[in-house]
């Protein structure tokens, strides 16, 4: 599962430059994952390979980009709120799923992070 593999780049990636950073590497896997995801999926012959798995550190890390500080609270949640946007798939977040290649594999997962970042910020301003 990526995006459990995703949880120590975050990490490092919190420590180290805190957000910002979070939002660059995010930004870099998003462009890097829709290259190699089409190559990938070219290659298998498959629409979504399941081998492929950076567009779910890129969905965890756009998930993760509204926290301001680390904490492992914030983390689980993020992480459980992450998984279940990508497994369920609620509107409009499957309609990306049509998009060609690579970025019908990504910008599923990152439409998921957006939902969820979006959540994740909701819950911080209180």
């Not at 430059?17 to 890097?32: C, F, H, Q, S």
């Not at 779910?56 to 992450?82: C, D, H, K, N, Q």
């Not at 279940?84 to 049509?98: G, M, V």
């Amino acid at each position: 599962m990526g995006t459990l593999g995703a949880l120590p780049l975050y990490w490092l990636l919190m420590r180290e430059g805190g957000r910002p950073a979070v939002l660059v590497a995010a930004v870099l896997i998003i462009t890097v994952g829709v290259w190699a995801a089409s190559v990938v999926a070219s290659d298998l012959r498959l629409k979504d390979p399941q081998v492929v798995v950076i567009d779910e550190v890129a969905g965890m890390l756009v998930t993760m980009a509204p926290v301001a500080t680390f904490s492992w609270r914030a983390t689980l949640v993020g992480f459980l709120l992450f998984r279940l946007l990508d497994t369920w798939k609620p509107w409009p977040i499957r309609r990306f799923e049509a998009l060609p290649a690579g970025y019908g594999i990504v910008m599923d997962d990152v439409a998921a992070g957006l939902v969820g970042a979006a959540a994740m910020f909701a819950g911080t301003v209180w």
